[in-house]
């Protein structure tokens, strides 16, 4: 005969944490891709402080360094409404319309789609130009930054794809921690978001 295992504290917040143990767990989990970013940066910084003035190591001007910034504005603005919808999927869940949640992940699927899609012409395009990490610093640094949060766009997709589909079953059973699941997608999806808000100056307009 076997007993079924509950975990604690994974709806109720832990008298110790003040949150609920999966909450506090994400928290950990954005303290080390905060270090992770955070050493990026500051290898970007050196670079480009340590750059010469002059010559073929220089660091070009935005102007010149065929990026395009039209595009990166409007992925940027698809980042911060795909945000949005993730906060008003939680929101509705609270409400217990299912439904109106669904569709508003569906629709933060779509919006991180159209970001995935504009990356990859902006990167076709570099390619075309015959741009690539090894062409210069700078290109390496883009290249690193925006590829590695490319890599946790679709990784939120995945995650969110599976919220949406068989992970949306939990919904009927025990939708308390549901709700707790989407609150925690929301928080890892909004460090992406606010991750390329500090990008997108620093590598296309500085």
């Not at 090894?134 to 995650?159: E, Q």
């Not at 919904?171 to 709700?179: E, L």
Request: net charge neutral.
């Amino acid at each position: 005969m076997s007993a079924s295992i509950e975990i604690p504290c994974d709806i109720t917040p832990h008298p110790v944490t003040g949150m609920y143990n999966g909450k506090f767990g994400v928290w950990l989990f954005l303290a080390s891709e905060v270090m992770l970013f955070g050493a990026l940066f500051s290898s970007y910084i050196l670079l480009r402080v340590g750059a010469p003035e002059a010559g073929p190591l220089a660091w070009p001007d935005y102007r010149t360094n065929h990026l395009n910034v039209p595009l990166a504005t409007v992925n940027t603005m698809v980042l911060i409404l795909s945000s949005v919808t993730v906060v008003f999927a939680w929101y509705y869940l609270q409400l217990h319309k299912f439904a109106a949640a669904r569709a508003c992940l569906l629709a933060t699927i779509g919006l991180a789609l159209v970001f995935m899609v504009i990356k990859y012409f902006e990167y076709s395009h570099k390619f075309h130009d015959g741009l690539y990490p090894s062409t210069h610093n700078f290109y390496a640094v883009y290249f690193t930054l925006t590829g590695l949060h490319g890599l946790h766009v679709l990784g939120g997709i995945i995650v969110f794809a599976y919220l949406v589909g068989p992970g949306a079953a939990m919904w009927k059973y025990n939708p308390a921690k549901f709700t707790n699941r989407i609150e925690c997608a929301g928080l890892y999806w909004h460090f992406v978001d606010l991750v390329w808000i500090f990008l997108f100056p620093s590598i296309y307009l500085l």
